[in-house]
């Protein structure tokens, strides 16, 4: 996904509407409308709730490897 696929799929998920959505990115809807049809492919979705999951999904996934130590005895950089 993008960064501006992943903005989008925050604020869609997030409750937003496509409207409000291009008005906070200053794109058109439809522009909004592209980058969604593209998340959902990408991630194998097919309605606002479904993506909802998969962005909570994903931020405790995030949270979850940042909480992990690196045991490896490698530095992280």
Do not use: C, W
């Amino acid at each position: 996904m993008t960064a501006t696929e992943g903005r989008v799929a925050e604020l869609a998920a997030s409750g937003m509407i496509n409207r409000d959505i291009a008005a906070a990115l200053f794109v058109s809807p439809k522009t909004v409308e592209v980058h969604l049809s593209r998340i959902y492919r990408k991630l194998g979705i097919r309605s606002r709730a479904e993506l909802y999951q998969a962005m909570q999904s994903r931020k405790s996934e995030l949270d979850m490897s940042r909480q992990t130590p690196d045991v490896s005895g490698r530095r992280r950089l």
